[in-house]
């Protein structure tokens, strides 16, 4: 698939996808928006693929919603989908999903952040959510997901504040991990290819799958689930090798099944 705004690469089954409009900052646009659902649905598809990376190129992670769009009265970028469901399938992802935060990330470029299963910002990169500063509202469920991320005092001071924290700051709230500028992309990814190569993929699809539901679970529902789900790990090719790989001291070869 050829895309115009989106980079797409496939390594060690860890697919990178790089948003490529580094003299805009990584500005979002509609062209970003359906290339980057596009490129998730087929890296979702792609059984050589076991981890998804989201980065930036140049200096910024994504600086937020294009102002050339902005300008346009009431113009909002993915055409009939609904507002509810315009980010919302990032949670869905049953493969590892990180943010490579390299740069700038504000406005939608910190919500895309947020959907990811693992967040990591390199030292210096200037991250907010500038709602209150637009006139604008906490779009795209982050006043759902900063409280349960950070804390709800965390969270009312970034959006009603509308502030830029630093990378250090995002670290010390548990927003991100920081990660040195020099070889970020690097160290990024030699963490994703560990998910991707060294863990279970079926293990981490019903791991994921356990982490959406606990939002609305009790603790008894959740054990209950977990109870039934190590029960049926155990007739698997992915429990079979994971022990043996481990007895036999050897990397392991897990299928999936």
């Not at 982050?142 to 009603?160: F, N, S």
């Not at 709230?173 to 998910?195: K, T, W, Y």
């Not at 293990?203 to 977990?226: N, P």
Request: charged share 25%; net charge neutral; glycine share 8%.
């Amino acid at each position: 698939m050829h895309f115009t705004e989106l980079g797409y690469s496939v390594a060690d089954r860890v697919a990178v996808l790089r948003f490529e409009r580094p003299e805009r900052m990584n500005a979002w646009t509609p062209t970003l928006e359906t290339e980057l659902r596009q490129a998730l649905a087929q890296a979702e598809r792609d059984d050589a693929v076991r981890c998804i990376v989201l980065t930036g190129a140049g200096r910024a992670f994504c600086a937020g919603m294009d102002m050339e769009v902005l300008r346009g009265a009431g113009e909002r970028p993915g055409g009939p989908l609904a507002e509810g469901e315009r980010y919302a399938y990032l949670d869905l992802i049953d493969k590892p999903l990180v943010a490579a935060i390299n740069g700038a990330a504000a406005g939608v470029g910190l919500c895309l952040a947020l959907y990811c299963d693992l967040r990591f910002v390199a030292a210096g990169a200037k991250l907010t959510a500038p709602y209150a500063r637009r006139g604008l509202a906490a779009e795209h469920g982050i006043a759902w997901l900063l409280p349960r991320l950070v804390g709800p005092m965390h969270a009312a001071d970034l959006l009603l504040s509308g502030r830029t924290l630093l990378a250090d700051e995002a670290d010390r709230m548990g927003l991100a991990r920081q990660l040195p500028a020099e070889g970020f992309l690097d160290a990024v990814l030699e963490r994703a290819r560990e998910l991707a190569n060294a863990t279970s993929p079926r293990s981490v699809r019903v791991m994921k799958r356990q982490l959406r539901e606990a939002r609305t679970q009790t603790l008894g529902e959740a054990t209950r689930l977990a109870d039934r789900e190590i029960a049926a790990c155990r007739g698997t090719d992915d429990f079979r090798e994971g022990v043996q790989h481990f007895l036999d001291k050897r990397a392991p070869h897990f299928t999936g099944t």
